[in-house]
């Protein structure tokens, strides 16, 4: 069964700092992948997705991630956090050959410390 | 203008009542889904119609009915809630179920059975 890991349940970091968020997937396929935000009593805001071609993908507020297929990662990555990257973050993979049906991680607590 | 809605935001009932949460998007596509959120944040889904047609069924008690009158709208009907029914329901629509492609997500119904 495809299955999605998010190996940090809980990130804590100051403004400023460096982020990465790891993402991996069991499936060998081809996949489609996303990052999805969620503030704090809000609904899901998709980051960035892949779909295909470079693997390198940019989204909204200076996040990027990449997509490595010998890893079966995507991993999630912002040069410099601030206050307001306060969430929760998923990674979410779905799988051709099926219907389009996103698995989801268990997210990653993200609390950023001015 | 709202892409996905859901009414009610937030709902609140005894154990074994009935109560419906109803979802509708403008966005024209021709699939919807109901994800379940749990405490732990971990997010699954449920039921995915497209075209008014059932094509995603996961292992979800038969007390959980959803309905969808046109493309447009698809309401989840939960019968007998019990407490481990509390929760956060996020719908959600794309443009088909049936190739992969992007969900865009409503503002989710937080349940809470007492």
């Known amino acids: 069964a495809q299955s999605v890991s998010q190996h940090n349940h809980h990130v804590i970091l100051s403004e400023a700092a460096s982020l990465e968020l790891g993402c991996n997937y069991s499936?060998?396929?081809?996949?489609?992948l996303f990052w999805y935000v969620q503030y704090p009593g809000q609904h899901l805001q998709l980051l960035l997705k892949?779909?295909?071609?470079?693997?390198l993908v940019k989204g909204i507020k200076g996040f990027e991630a990449e997509f490595i297929k010998s890893k079966f990662s995507f991993n999630l990555r912002k040069p410099s956090v601030q206050w307001s990257d306060t969430a929760e973050y998923f990674c979410a993979v779905n799988a051709l050959g099926g219907y389009n049906k996103l698995i989801f991680g268990a997210g990653t607590r993200l609390a950023v410390h001015p | 203008d709202t892409a996905v809605s859901q009414t009610p935001k937030y709902l609140v009932t005894q154990m074994g009542n009935d109560k419906s949460i109803k979802c509708e998007q403008n966005l024209g596509h021709d699939t919807m889904y109901w994800y379940k959120q749990d405490s732990k944040k971990f997010l699954k889904i449920m039921f995915s119609y497209n075209n008014k047609e059932l094509i995603i069924n996961e292992t979800v008690p038969n007390r959980f009915s959803p309905k969808s009158p046109d493309k447009a709208h698809l309401n989840l009907h939960i019968n007998s809630l019990e407490l481990g029914d509390s929760a956060v329901y996020f719908c959600a629509s794309s443009p088909t179920g049936l190739a992969l492609n992007e969900q865009f997500f409503g503002p989710g119904t937080r349940l809470t059975v007492l």
């Open positions: 892949y779909f295909s071609g470079d693997p």
């Open positions: 499936y060998g396929g081809t996949v489609n």
